[in-house]
């Protein structure tokens, strides 16, 4: 690796959530949507695809744009379509072929929409419209609700799967009828809501996630469509086990094969983290394993969604085996909100019974190990950023006063730091380092404490008072060697902003 890389690992201005990372020749390429800096709704921006080659996943670049929403013969630009959660499989005429869904869709169907495909020579070149996924009658396929579609070659059979689920759908008729899940059910399919109470009762459903097969064409379906999960939370296998109730599937298809084992990755219920589960088989039996990732660490050691370690909300992401390393790709959210979301990976372990123990939220990411303890660190490559009590926003803006990483003209820092924040880095490798120097303004006054641990013996300290440019404060702390992470707490008044530490 010729520099370090840590997370996020796009450059700051750079927002591309829901990465599906794929090894394409001898780099890594990954598709995701692409929000706005401060935007106010999902999606905001076209489609970019970045990539790095495999042996050097600190040098990543891109071309520019590779499809725009406005490519799409449905695109109405009075609803400002976006293009939601893509993905991109190699057909086997050696093109790449790029499935999408469009948000804001009204069409015969309904607001479901159905799944766009484009076509391009290379991964990440300008991709070119082609057609929608269809019925062998020429239709569109949209029997089920279309949503973050994902794709495998799986040895010459191309794949398809997709889906969503609202989780009120997941309670009884009764509930479900007061909660006028039939009435958005029906607004979402076309149909009526008599005919959507109908089929709850036949045991059917529009949601869920779904498999079939494509023909050469790459658009035609060539199998009926099967659900590869459990709508209802009780009574399966899949939903019963102790490990998997709570988990089941919200959003956020992506499929794998490692051996002769198909891993399908998802967004849960829960909506913070990458679950996956696991089938013999490519479109039935799949049995849940666990979490991968959450962006809030909620899980991981037993760590309930109260002590969350970050603002938490959606994730959507997939895992891939990188020279030889398996990584979980997945964002992160900023800006207060789900609407400025950044990508981030973790190395994982694939056990040798398959199993995928949960990985830790970190700074260092992709680095091949942590990172050097010297130097000087953007303030926002914290992986932990909590005052106590930060809240899980899904779809919204938050209001509330709470530390965040923010943005102002080309800068980007952490703002709101009031009392009680608590800043966590990990890892770092240290060599007898004895100074921190922190980049801070703003309206606070208090202390900021050094610590190796949350709530850990002190290893220095520096008072700090309101300035309305950015200052330095240096802090003498005891020698400190090792692979650690790293934490700083401020306690006072007011609210600080934070841009930068200086180790060394």
């Given at each position: 690796m010729k520099k370090q890389v840590y997370n996020p690992?796009?450059?700051?201005?750079?927002?591309?959530p829901d990465g599906e990372p794929h090894v394409f020749g001898s780099r890594v390429y990954v598709f995701g949507s692409h929000d706005r800096e401060a935007g106010d709704t999902f999606c905001m921006e076209p489609y970019e695809v970045w990539s790095a080659p495999v042996d050097d996943l600190s040098d990543w670049s891109c071309p520019g744009i590779s499809y725009e929403a406005s490519q799409d013969p449905a695109y109405d630009s009075r609803l400002r379509n976006a293009l939601y959660a893509p993905d991109v499989v190699q057909g086997n005429d050696g093109k790449y072929y790029l499935y999408y869904c469009l948000s804001g869709y009204r069409g015969k169907g309904g607001y479901a929409s159905p799944i766009g495909v484009a076509v391009c020579d290379t991964p990440d070149g300008r991709y070119e419209y082609l057609g929608t996924v269809k019925n062998p009658d020429g239709t569109p396929f949209m029997k089920y609700i279309n949503f973050d579609p994902a794709l495998i070659n799986d040895n010459g059979v191309i794949r398809l799967y997709s889906g969503t689920w609202y989780p009120m759908a997941e309670l009884d008729e009764e509930t479900r009828r007061k909660d006028s899940i039939d009435q958005k059910e029906a607004e979402l399919s076309g149909k009526p809501t008599e005919h959507i109470q109908s089929l709850h009762r036949q045991g059917d459903s529009v949601f869920g996630p779904i498999h079939v097969t494509l023909a050469d064409d790459m658009m035609t379906i060539t199998s009926e469509p099967v659900r590869i999960l459990p709508l209802v939370r009780t009574g399966t296998p899949f939903e019963t086990s102790a490990e998997g109730k709570g988990h089941g599937f919200f959003e956020g298809s992506s499929?794998?094969?490692?051996?002769?084992?198909?891993?399908f990755v998802y967004s849960s219920?829960?909506?913070?983290?990458?679950?996956?589960a696991t089938s013999d088989s490519p479109d039935r039996d799949f049995v849940y394993g666990g979490t991968i990732v959450s962006n809030g660490d909620i899980g991981r050691n037993g760590r309930k969604p109260e002590d969350r370690l970050n603002i938490t909300g959606t994730t959507h992401g997939g895992i891939e085996c990188i020279n030889g390393q398996w990584y979980v790709f997945y964002h992160r959210l900023t800006h207060k909100s789900d609407y400025s979301r950044q990508g981030c990976a973790?190395?994982?372990?694939i056990e040798d019974d398959g199993r995928i123990l949960q990985t830790e939220i970190t700074s260092c990411g992709l680095n091949d190990g942590p990172l050097e303890g010297t130097g000087n660190y953007p303030a926002v490559i914290c992986c932990n950023l909590t005052n106590g009590r930060m809240p899980h926003t899904s779809n919204q803006q938050q209001t509330v006063c709470i530390p965040y990483i923010g943005s102002e003209a080309e800068e980007r820092f952490i703002r709101d730091i009031s009392d009680g924040t608590l800043i966590g880095y990990k890892y770092f490798s240290f060599h007898d380092l004895q100074n921190i120097t922190l980049t801070v303004k703003g309206t606070g006054t208090g202390l900021f404490e050094v610590q190796n641990e949350p709530n850990g013996t002190v290893l220095g300290q520096t008072s700090v008072q309101p300035s309305a440019h950015w200052k330095e404060y240096t802090i003498p702390i005891s020698p400190l060697s090792g692979i650690r992470p790293l934490y700083l707490t401020f306690h006072g008044?007011?609210?600080l902003d934070l841009i930068a530490i200086h180790l060394g």
């Open positions: 690992y796009l450059p700051l201005n750079v927002y591309i499929i794998r094969r490692i051996k002769d084992r198909y891993y219920s829960d909506n913070h983290e990458l679950c996956y973790e190395k994982i372990n008044e007011g609210l």
